[in-house]
């Protein structure tokens, strides 16, 4: 199984920095228009999956839990899911195991995106697949 949190809502230009085109790509959106937002993805497998369930606060494969409320999610677990998977350039090239500033501001960019979204009024839903 692979699984990923979508977004739905309203945009506006102060979501840009969140949204997942450059911003120059919504220079027509108008405000208000809805967008879908790809949050969170788990593509490694059932394992990471279940975890990125665990961290939003849903069941897998429990389809009336997947529309969720995001003021329930643990930001903690959110931010300890992605330590580690994402790596500031240096770091990923020498494959190094220790993050350095660079390293965690990375890990903490999804949640932010995460809160952000969450914060403009944006529905979140879980999406196992597989």
């Known amino acids: 199984m692979s699984a990923e949190v979508l977004a739905i809502g309203p945009f506006h230009r102060g979501l840009l920095p ?6 120059e790509r919504h220079a027509t959106t108008r405000e208000g228009a ?12 059932s394992t990471r999956s279940r975890e ?6 849903v069941e897998p494969w429990d389809f009336k839990s997947h529309a969720f409320d995001p003021r329930r999610a643990d930001l903690g677990a959110l931010r300890d899911f992605h330590a580690g998977y994402f790596r500031c350039e240096e770091h990923a090239k020498a494959r ?7 390293c965690e ?21 879980f999406c196992p697949n597989g």
Do not use: I, N, T
């Not at 969140?18 to 911003?23: A, G, M, R, T, Y």
């Not at 501001?105 to 839903?125: I, Q, S």
């Open 52 to 57: 990125l369930a665990a961290c939003v606060g």
């Open 105 to 125: 501001r990375a890990c903490e960019a999804p949640v932010e995106r995460f809160v952000r979204l969450r914060d403009a009024g944006f529905e979140f839903f």
């Open 96 to 102: 190094a195991e220790h993050p350095c500033d660079a």
């Open 34 to 45: 809805v967008l879908v937002v790809s949050v969170f993805r788990a593509p490694e497998g």
């Open 18 to 23: 969140f949204l997942d085109q450059p911003p």
